[in-house]
T-cell receptor
Framework: DGGITQSPKYLFRKEGQNVTLSCEQN?????MYWYRQDPGQGLRLIYY???????QKGDIAEGYSVSREKKESFPLTVTSAQKNPTAFYLC????????????????FGDGTRLSIL | SQQGEEDPQALSIQEGENATMNCSYK?????LQWYRQNSGRGLVHLIL?????REKHSGRLRVTLDTSKKSSSLLITASRAADTASYFC???????????????FGKGTHLIIQP
């Protein structure tokens, strides 16, 4: 079945540590996104990528980094610079952000819940 | 970035009743999408309405769009316990060719269906 897989489901970070959240999709989608969701809040865009080897900052990119070396993979690193990383992180993909494909929905993974030890 | 704001923040109804939730947004859109999120899970796409459409149906879902008021509504008819979830609207802005745009969701409407 096609879809998006996020791992791990739960992750704990120690002070000063960088952690990487995995996001893999087999939908052959060009565009991928990372969102952060705090309790009782909406989703905020961290980073997005329209195509391999290209990505753009979202609204809250500080303290995060991404890479897009392969079409199917868009890992998110939460660095030690992110002082309040506890949240639910969601990855999504879309066929494309451009042209007729912009009317395609985003497909979401089941999220990674990150907590501080 | 564009943000949809859902209203009400919480809604509790009896099973079998209809549920209506609203969404407002700020600038011109390409389309508007509604998503459902069950507790602790990712978002699931429900329905997409394009800026040149006024109403769309999918099963028990009915979505309306009023671009002059920059608002949309989602109606769930004959609600079921399984409809209990949070519902988010995602207005997709007209593609600007740059900037940090994308689907940025509000706090959602938390719908509880009482058995």
């Amino acid at each position: 079945d096609g879809g998006i897989t996020q791992s791990p489901k739960y992750l704990f970070r120690k002070e000063g540590q960088n952690v990487t959240l995995s996001c893999e999709q087999n939908l052959n989608h060009d565009a991928m996104y990372w969102y952060r969701q705090d309790p009782g809040q909406g989703l905020r865009l961290i980073y997005y990528s329209q195509i391999v080897n290209d990505f753009q900052k979202g609204d809250i990119a500080e303290g995060y980094s991404v890479s897009r070396e392969k079409k199917e993979s868009f890992p998110l690193t939460v660095t030690s610079a992110q002082k309040n990383p506890t949240a639910f992180y969601l990855c999504a993909s879309q066929a494309s952000r451009q042209g007729i494909y912009s009317n395609q929905p985003q497909h979401f993974g089941d999220g990674t819940r990150l907590s501080i030890l | 970035s564009q943000q949809g704001e859902e209203d009400p923040q919480a809604l509790s109804i009896q099973e079998g009743e209809n549920a209506t939730m609203n969404c407002s947004y700020k600038t011109s859109i390409n389309n508007l999408q509604w998503y459902r999120q069950n507790s602790g899970r990712g978002l699931v796409h429900l329905i997409l309405i394009r800026s040149n459409e006024r109403e769309k149906h999918s099963g028990r879902l009915r979505v309306t769009l009023d671009t002059s008021k920059k608002s949309s509504s989602l109606l769930i008819t004959a609600s079921r316990a399984a409809d209990t979830a949070s519902y988010f609207c995602g207005p997709l802005p007209m593609y600007s060719g740059g900037g940090a745009d994308g689907l940025t969701f509000g706090k959602g409407t938390h719908l509880i269906i009482q058995p």
